[in-house]
């Protein structure tokens, strides 16, 4: 880990799920990020139904903050963060799942939390940079921090050897493309459409178009997601995303009534089937050179292996 | 914005004392204010906000975008709203002269429709065919229903289902301007609550819809530009007041939920040291209850719908629910300017309870036959308060002018209900449909 005086850029930090999302390529296909929220029902059974959604092959764990002003998610995840606010999740619980998922999978499946700023403001931006590194966690998803405004998270996340995910929409211009993948580590969370969290019967037809133009701002690793709900569309986005990132379709399996274990089976099918999705992507077996297999890629000038993805 | 990739954050300090240094507090332009203010919104909104500031700036400099709101607010709005001396209202105030700046008579019954009319325009001019506004009170929705129609907008309102059984009157008013009334049923289902909706609408349809903010919060450029918007209500005050008394007034009383109608007062007189500014916030039933919306009393800074300022929140940085028997007051956090003045030590923010507004709105009633809004009505016992505490100093030569944001007759059911003036079926009636549910 990086002296905790280290300024900001001067020193390239690793990147745990950069690291990971690497691997995969080199495997021939893209990451499978599964959310959660910490919290629902209750904390003990959020760290169990992440670890299943784990052992159902998520590649990379997504666990997220409840927070009572979501602006960025849809009813499911509303609702899940309700209940697990009025169960009395804190903030300091995703930390539990950070450190069971790094001791479960022996700190192969790298895991995020997603939070809303304030949450983190409150509790002080170094400090949770340093107590989530410390459970083993390697980053932070942020909705609503835009990297103009994340000078205190920039400076932590290099302090503490943290990946900083910030996201990019078909409304972002060139320039904001540019800055923020400069000032993203890990991948870069493209939103498949112009909306909320929730399932949707189709991804957004602007996504592949939103992946290519990240990358062509400079980034290697772009992650898609928002209404990636089936295995169809995991394998769809799988093709050109180094990532397919799959939120309210799980959560909604916990959501199901029925018995818990009913539900975990529920949850580990949903994931298996997206698991699937990504693996089938590209078609089998590992390829020689990353994403080389379709016809979109043609149209990135910019080779995305050769770009730094440290700022 | 400045485009400096190595050093993506604005010094807002440095801005500020920029600001501080060579111009007016007056002037003082977003994205900060002090230290607060901001943008912390997904970035599917940050084009969006970017084309809405362009825009803005541009129709300020244009001399047809002025004169078209001059007229809209000469002609539509009624405007300038009269200057009312209240003096058997004052009696009760240390003898103090009290003057009050009658928003509550402009079309729709409130300052809201300064802003509306502004940003309606704005939305002309960018080519956008929908507006989404929240409302709580009702009164920015009941404005901005009326400029959606009148401007040929298509128009949905997004109020708390709590908000909606307070104010069904308001509900039933904006569904005759023709706007669809969403009510908002998840979380607090109050203003909050309606700003989380209107934010994730506007995501998912920011090409064609704009989001009419109604105060002076959110992400920039909305703090700014609602200040603008509402800025004439402290210059027509100030032209007024010398007007008629020759001299500035010594202190000046709003009320402040998000601070609109407070800036817009205070704007014109932020640079005259010797005039006092005083905003009231919904106190609830006190501060020490825990159900009260007073967010210099009771918050902290962080971070609520896209800007840092004063915020109820618990220590885990979960939003509080706010309380006040004020719809239009009901909010957990308050505009990056009013949180600037209050640390700079400009203007002084104090709570009012539900106790002390209901008096002075009884009181207003009673001596000068004006029904004013419940949230004015903060206004007007915080100008009681700072009359009575000059008059236990030995002044009794103070003006005061106070902002009467609104009138009461949406409130004429909760007032009637809080003093038992109805027997208890008409009491039932005038609450509308909140005995049925």
Redesign the interface.
Known sequence: MSAATSPV?TMPVASATGDRIAALRAEGRAALVGYLPVGFPDVERSVEAVLAMVDAGADVVEVGVP??????D??VI?RAA?AA?AGGT??RDVLRVAEAVASHTAGRVPTLVMSY???????GVDAFARDLAAAGGAGVIT?????????EWIAASDAHGLDRV????????P??L???V??TRGFVYA?ST???TGARSQVGARAEQLVADTRAAGARDVCVGLGVSTGDHAAQVGRYADGVIVGSALVGALLADGPWSARIDELQRRTADLADGVRRARGAGPVAAGRTVLAVDDSTTVDPTSQETS? | ?P?Q??Q???DALTETLAHQVLGRLADVQGPYFGEFG???????????LDELETEYRKALGDPAFTAELARLHREYTGRPSPLTEVPRFAEHAGGQRVFLKREDLNHTGSHKINNVLGQALLVKRMGKTRVIAETGAGQHGVATATAAALLDLECVVYMGEEDTRRQALNVARMRLLGAEVVPVQ??SRTL??AI?EA??DW?????STHYLLGTVTGPHPFPEMVREFHRIIGEEAREQVLDRVGRLPDALAACVGGGSNALGLFNAFLDDEGVALYGFEAGGEGIDSGRHAARFSGGAP?????ARSY?L?D?????LPSHSVSAGLDYPSVGPAHAWLHDLGRAVYEPVTDDEAMEAFRLLCCTEGIIPAIESAHALAGALRVGRRAADDGRTDQVILVNLSGRGDKDVATAATWFGLLDDEAAQAAQGTEGDK
């Open positions: 850029g927070y009572t002003d979501p602006v960025m849809g009813p509303q309700e606010l804190r903030v700023w304030n949450p983190l403001l409150r509790y909705p609503d921090l835009i990297p103009d405004e994340g000078a910030f996201l990019v929409a078909p409304s972002s211009t320039e904001r540019q800055r923020t400069r000032a939103a112009m909306g909320v700022p | 914005m485009d990739p190595d993506p954050v604005r901001g943008r912390f919104v997904p970035e599917a909104l940050i084009a969006a998840i979380g909050k609550d989380n934010l994730r995501v998912a349809n920011v090409e962080g971070v609520l719908h896209g915020l929140q220590d885990d940085g979960q939003t």
